[in-house]
T-cell receptor
Framework: KAGVTQTPRYLIKTRGQQVTLSCSPISGHRSVSWYQQTPGQGLQFLFEYFSETQRNKGNFPGRFSGRQFSNSRSEMNVSTLELGDSALYLC???????????????FGPGTRLTVL | AQKITQTQPGMFVQEKEAVTLDCTYDTSDPSYGLFWYKQPSSGEMIFLIYQGSYDQQNATEGRYSLNFQKARKSANLVISASQLGDSAMYFCAMRGLQHGNQFYFGTGTSLTVIP
C-alpha cells in the first residue's frame, strides 16, 4: 500500500507570494492533518480535515487555509508569505478522526518551503 | 490541555547498546494514546510504537519497547541493540478522546549512535 505523498518536496518563494501544497493520504484514510515544523517552534498543528470538513484548527493566522476533496486528497494554502513561514510542512493521514485512540497518524515526507 | 515533555535534547549511545529516551505527559483525558515517531534527517516522520492508556502490558515492536508508567505519567522509549541507522530525532506524541484527532508532540530528542 502506497504511503502518504506530498508535492512538491521543495519550494522557494518570495515574501508576499502565495503557495499551495498538496497531500495524498494512504488509500482508505479519510483524515488528513497538517503540521508546521521549524527549529524554533518544533512541530505545530495547523489543521485537520475529515470527510471534506475541517475538524480541528491550530493557532495559526488566517493566511493559512486548507481544504479536502472527496477523494480525501488535501491541499494547504499560505497567502502573503512571510519569512517566518519557512518550514517543513508535514501532512499526516489516519483512518478516522478521533474515533479510536489506536488510530495512528502516518506522515508524508514533507514539503520544505523556503521564503526569501 | 495536553502536554508532552521530552527533557533530553540530545543523547549518545554506543552501537549495540540499549538506550532509553524519556517522555512525560500531562493530560486530563481518562483515555489516551501515546506514540513514538522517528524522524531521520530526510524529514519523514516514521511511526514506531503505540501504547494505550488502558493497556496492561508495555508495548513492544521489534527492538523498540515502551516503558509505560501510568502513575508517573511517563512513556519512555527503549531501543535495544542500537544500530547506526537509529541516529535520528525521536518524538513522543499523545492524543486523547476529548481532544479529537489532534496529536500533541514533544520537542524531540536527537539520538546519535556511535560506532
Amino acid at each position: 500500500k502506497a504511503g502518504v505523498t506530498q508535492t512538491p518536496r521543495y519550494l522557494i518563494k518570495t515574501r508576499g507570494q502565495q503557495v499551495t501544497l498538496s497531500c495524498s493520504p494512504i488509500s482508505g484514510h479519510r483524515s488528513v492533518s497538517w503540521y508546521q515544523q521549524t527549529p524554533g517552534q518544533g512541530l505545530q498543528f495547523l489543521f485537520e480535515y475529515f470527510s471534506e470538513t475541517q475538524r480541528n484548527k491550530g493557532n495559526f493566522p488566517g493566511r493559512f487555509s486548507g481544504r479536502q476533496f472527496s477523494n480525501s486528497r488535501s491541499e494547504m494554502n499560505v497567502s502573503t508569505l512571510e519569512l517566518g513561514d519557512s518550514a517543513l510542512y508535514l501532512c499526516a493521514s489516519s483512518l478516522t478522526s478521533g474515533r479510536g485512540l489506536t488510530d495512528t497518524q502516518y506522515f508524508g515526507p514533507g514539503t520544505r518551503l523556503t521564503v526569501l | 490541555a495536553q502536554k508532552i515533555t521530552q527533557t533530553q535534547p540530545g543523547m549518545f549511545v554506543q552501537e549495540k547498546e540499549a538506550v532509553t529516551l524519556d517522555c512525560t505527559y500531562d493530560t486530563s483525558d481518562p483515555s489516551y494514546g501515546l506514540f513514538w515517531y522517528k524522524q531521520p534527517s530526510s524529514g519523514e516522520m516514521i511511526f514506531l510504537i503505540y501504547q494505550g492508556s488502558y493497556d496492561q502490558q508495555n508495548a513492544t515492536e521489534g527492538r523498540y519497547s515502551l516503558n509505560f508508567q501510568k502513575a508517573r505519567k511517563s512513556a519512555n522509549l527503549v531501543i535495544s541493540a542500537s544500530q547506526l541507522g537509529d541516529s535520528a530525532m525521536y518524538f513522543c506524541a499523545m492524543r486523547g478522546l476529548q481532544h479529537g484527532n489532534q496529536f500533541y508532540f514533544g520537542t524531540g530528542t536527537s539520538l546519535t549512535v556511535i560506532p
